[in-house]
């Protein structure tokens, strides 16, 4: 079994930045890809980024790209979101995941994941 547990959600300004982090517990960390989800109000989840096994390949969904980035710390067992340039539209429940399928996946599937934090709000006032 894997916990995760999201931190560092909050209420921003437009065009502030916040850096979200989330711990993991349980497997190996280093052996999933983690991915970050959001859900606004009255929307479908929908996928912001992703970050293989050992932090080399990153991928990002367009409306994001530019300003957000995702790293990991494996010694921590814990992947981050550092949001920049933030817009209201970025309001939304922020999710971690992992991704523990064999073989270096790089999924933007939510069905894919097989392991899901409880979330943490981030809301971006204009």
């Known amino acids: 079994q894997v916990h995760l547990v999201e931190s560092g959600g909050g209420l921003v300004q437009a065009g502030g930045s916040l850096r979200l982090s989330c711990a993991s517990f349980g497997r190996t960390f280093s052996r999933y890809t983690m991915g970050w989800f959001r859900q606004a109000p009255g929307k479908e989840r929908e996928f912001v980024a992703c970050?293989?096994?050992?932090?080399?390949?990153?991928y990002y969904t367009d409306s994001v790209k530019g300003r957000f980035a995702i790293s990991r710390d494996n010694a921590k067992n814990t992947v981050y979101l550092q949001m920049n340039s933030l817009k209201p539209e970025d309001t939304a429940v922020y999710f971690c995941a992992a991704d523990y399928r064999p073989g270096p996946t790089m999924s933007r599937i939510e069905g894919d994941y097989d392991y899901w934090g409880q979330g943490t709000q981030v809301t971006v006032s204009s």
């Open positions: 970050i293989s096994r050992i932090g080399d390949t990153t």
